[in-house]
């Protein structure tokens, strides 16, 4: 309860410190959406589409942003969720270039937020562009913010059936409308890359069996000199990382993550075909042009 009530202060205090200098968010990755999404009949015990949600939301303006992909255009692992937070994050800053720091609150999900991958993009973010990044995590069980209201309206909106992952995007660009609709980007696998460095390869603040471990981290700064610093708790100072920082001979870039899309299984595609009759004939095309095993 403790640490509850240290990150309720501490993104209280964030949210009042949010200007033009400083850029203050929450982010979380909404519940599997599923597709086609109708009451027929022939749709019960049939695997269908999954189509994934990203939510941004900042906390100074109230801009949400939702970056949505399907399945077969990409994975959930945390290259794809480094890649997603360093390009939203670059084009903040590039958007705003009085940013000095930029301050991203989340869940403590490892392969979204709290590992390596993740902490590599960000470091590479605040050396390149000469800003601090925080990224600060609440506590398990007490993860209700912001953008989690983003998840709740759209929810609200999709009582209509969903035929295909478009309906989905209309949903997402029309479920606000004040202060403005949220911003909606569609991903395909083309789109996702990964670093071609690593700066680190672990990220545990202690070394020894009994020392603290990843998942006691509530926060982690990114400097732009290249130092990385962390807190285990948040009335604590910020300590450097014990990890050494590896500085490779040629420039990091980003290179594709995926080479192609990624097939579904043959089971889900004939699942989906089997659905085609409750469907308009418009959306038979979009399924019977699903990569497959």
Not at 42 to 50: E, P, R, S
């Amino acid at each position: 309860m403790k640490l509850k009530a240290q990150a309720q202060a501490e993104k209280a205090k964030d949210k009042q410190e949010s200007s033009d200098k400083v850029s203050v968010w929450t982010m979380d990755l909404q519940s599997v959406l599923l597709c086609p999404k109708t009451k027929a009949s022939k749709m019960y015990y049939k695997t269908k589409l999954q189509m994934h949600n990203f939510t941004c939301f900042n906390l100074g303006n109230k801009d949400g942003v939702c970056y949505a992909w399907e399945e077969h255009e990409g994975s959930l692992s945390s290259e794809v969720f480094a890649h997603l937070q360093y390009k939203h994050f670059e084009s903040v800053l590039d958007a705003n270039r009085n940013i000095e720091k930029v301050i991203i609150w989340s869940d403590g999900c490892g392969y979204q937020n709290r590992c390596c991958t993740i902490t590599n993009a960000y470091l590479d973010l605040a050396m390149k562009h000469g800003v601090t990044i925080e990224q600060k995590f609440l506590v398990a069980g007490h993860t209700q913010m912001e953008c989690d209201s983003m998840h709740s309206l759209i929810e609200r909106r999709t009582i209509k059936d969903i035929h295909t992952p478009r309906d989905y995007i209309v949903i997402f660009e029309t479920a606000r409308l004040h202060p403005s609709p949220y911003k909606v980007t569609q991903l395909y696998h083309s789109d996702f890359m990964k670093l071609s460095w690593a700066y680190v390869t672990k990220i545990r603040p202690g070394r020894k069996v009994g020392d603290p471990t990843v998942h006691d981290l509530r926060a982690l700064q990114y400097l732009a000199d290249g130092r990385i610093r962390h807190k285990l708790d948040f009335e604590s100072d910020w300590e450097d990382l014990p990890q050494r920082l590896s500085i490779p001979e040629e420039p990091v870039h980003w290179v594709p993550l995926f080479p192609a899309q990624l097939p579904i299984t043959l089971r889900k595609y004939n699942d989906l075909q089997a659905m085609k009759p409750v469907l308009p004939r418009v959306a038979h095309q979009y399924y019977d042009n699903l990569p497959h095993q």
